[in-house]
């Protein structure tokens, strides 16, 4: 951190203490010239842009993949908190990614991936929604990939 009085870049972190609205406040000393100061420290948030498949754009909200998981666990044995879980993991996974932009394909994937092993019949309800199942034939084909899947 350089110091503001003599332009030194190394000093000495003497207190630290959050804050209320959650940065964080370190007092300093001066290696060189001793003379104290105060600086503040906050995260830095970039916002996730969420790329529709008609090519919009709007700002990533996980009550949108709650919404859908709801829908899609309708009376089968999951629980919110699986629910929750299972949210708040893939926007972990998102926020850690280099990316600023997301596209609804890699996030109905994501949530494709962890619905299977969670609840099968809950993640047929979300892949024949998602993937837009014409005829039976497609949701056979789901079906059967998924049957495939459990004998390996």
């Known amino acids: 951190m350089k110091c503001p009085n003599c332009g030194f870049t190394e000093s000495k972190v003497i207190d630290s203490r959050p804050t209320e609205n959650g940065s964080i406040r370190r007092r300093r000393e001066c290696?060189?010239?001793?003379?104290?100061?105060?600086?503040?420290?906050?995260?830095?948030?970039?916002?996730?842009?969420?790329v529709k498949k008609n090519g919009s754009e709007e700002i990533f909200?996980?009550?949108?993949?709650?919404?859908?998981?709801?829908?899609?666990?309708?009376?089968r044995?999951?629980?919110?908190?699986?629910?929750?879980?299972?949210?708040?993991?893939?926007?972990?996974?998102?926020?850690?990614?280099?990316?600023?932009?997301v596209s609804t394909t890699d996030i109905g994937v994501m949530v494709m991936d962890r619905l299977q092993k969670l609840d099968e019949v809950s993640y047929v309800r979300?892949?024949?929604?998602?993937?837009?199942?014409?005829?039976?034939?497609?949701?056979m084909k789901e079906l059967q990939k998924l049957t495939e899947k459990n004998k390996q």
């Open 77 to 101: 044995p999951v629980t919110r908190d699986q629910m929750e879980e299972l949210v708040n993991d893939i926007e972990g996974e998102l926020m850690n990614s280099l990316s600023s932009r």
């Open 31 to 50: 290696l060189s010239c001793k003379r104290r100061f105060t600086t503040y420290e906050f995260v830095e948030t970039v916002p996730l842009t969420v």
């Open 126 to 139: 979300f892949a024949s929604v998602y993937r837009e199942f014409k005829d039976a034939r497609t949701f």
């Open 61 to 75: 909200d996980r009550s949108k993949i709650m919404a859908g998981l709801l829908k899609s666990c309708y009376k």
